[in-house]
C-alpha cells in the first residue's frame, strides 16, 4: 500500500499544479481596447489667442469754449449724431451785445483813420510849399500809419466776438454716438474746468480692439510669411464675429512688467454689433505651417510637462513626453515629441499604466 501511494503522488501533485496555472492564467485581465490615432503632419493656420478689449475709433469729448449758462439740450442721449448737428445751446445775449461793441469801436477806428488820411494829404502838399515844417509831416504820417494800426486791432476783436459767438452753438464735431449729457440747463459752464465737459462722441463704425501679444508670439508673428494677419473675434456667447479685421498698430517696445507688445486691429461694426468697451477673443492668423494635431483629451501632464500615450512593442502602453503650441479647435498642436506614423491612444487613457497590454482599435 505504501509503495502505490508513492507512485500516485507525482502524477497528482503534477495535476495540481496545471489547474493552479490555469486559475491564474484564466484571472490576469484581458487587454484594454483603446482608440489609437495614426498621427500624420498636416497644415495648420499660425493662430495666436488673446483677449482684447473694444475701443472706438474715435473718442471726441465736447466742451464749452465760452463761459455762459447752459440754455438748452438739442440732441437726445445715445443718439447716433452726424458732424455738425447742434447738441447744446449757450446764453446768446452776452456774446452780441459783445460783438455790437466791438463793430462800433470798429466803425470809430474807421472814422480816425479817413481823418488822418486827409491830415496826411493836407499837410504833405504844405511840406512841399515850404509852409511848414517837415517834422510836422512826419508827424502827420505816423498818425495815420497809428491809425491803420487800430483800424487793425478793431477787426480783429470783431472777428474774436463773432467767433466767441458762435461757440455760444455747440455742434458734433464728428458723427458717432453720443453720450450722456454731463451739465444740467441752467449750469454755468467756464472754459478749462470740469463744468466745461459737455458730452462724449464715440465713432464706432469702424471699431478698434486693442490686445497684447507675448514677445514670444510678436516674433513668431513677424516672421511669417503672412503679407496680412488676419484678425478674427470671438464674441461672450461663443459666436464667431462675421467680420475679419486687420492689423492698423504694433508696438515698438515691450512692456517690461508683463512681457507683451501692445496690438491694435480695425473691425467694421456697421450694425455697431461690437460696443466700446466691450472685452473679446482675439485670434491672429498668420499663414499656416506643417505640424501633428493630437486630440486634446489625449493629451495629459505629469511633472516632466505634458505627455500621450503611445502603443509600444508587443500592444504595451508607453507614455511619450510632448511640447505642445497652441489649440486648434478640440485639438492640440504639437510641436515636438512625436512623428508621423507613431499611433496615439485617445480614449481611456486615465485607466492606463505603462506597459499595460491594449487592443488598439482605429478611431471611429
Known sequence: MTRLLLALLPPLALAACNR?????????????????????????????????RAEGSREIQVRARVAGILEKQLYTEGDNVKAGAPLFRIERAPFEIELAQARAAL???????????QEVDRLKRL????????????????AGKQSDAAVDM????????ELNLSYTSVEAPIGGI????????????????DSSLLTTITRADPVWVRFALSEQEFAALRASDSRGPEVRLELADGRTYAGRGKLNFSGSTVDPALGTVQMRAEFAN?????LPGQYLKVHVVAGSREAIVVPQAAVLQNEAGRYVWVVGAENKAAQRQIRVGPWLG???????GLKAGDPV??????????????????PG
Not at 491612444?345 to 482605429?362: E, K, T, Y
Open 20 to 52: 493552479g496555472d490555469a486559475r491564474q492564467e484564466s484571472s490576469a485581465p484581458p487587454p484594454l481596447q483603446v482608440r489609437v490615432l495614426q498621427v500624420a503632419p498636416r497644415q495648420v493656420p499660425v493662430q495666436f489667442e488673446a483677449v482684447g
Open 107 to 117: 466803425a470809430q477806428e474807421r472814422a480816425k483813420r479817413e481823418l488822418a488820411v
Open 127 to 142: 511840406a512841399d510849399r515850404r509852409a511848414i515844417s517837415q517834422r510836422e509831416a512826419d508827424q502827420a504820417i505816423s
Open 154 to 161: 478793431a477787426e480783429a476783436r470783431v472777428r474774436q466776438a
Open 178 to 193: 453720443s453720450g450722456r449729457a454731463q451739465q444740467s440747463i441752467g449750469s454755468l459752464l467756464a472754459p478749462g474746468q
Open 270 to 274: 456697421p450694425k455697431l454689433e461690437l
Open 330 to 336: 478640440s485639438d492640440w498642436v504639437v510641436l515636438e
Open 345 to 362: 491612444i485617445v480614449d481611456n487613457v486615465i485607466r492606463l499604466r505603462p506597459g499595460a497590454a491594449v487592443q488598439p482599435r482605429p
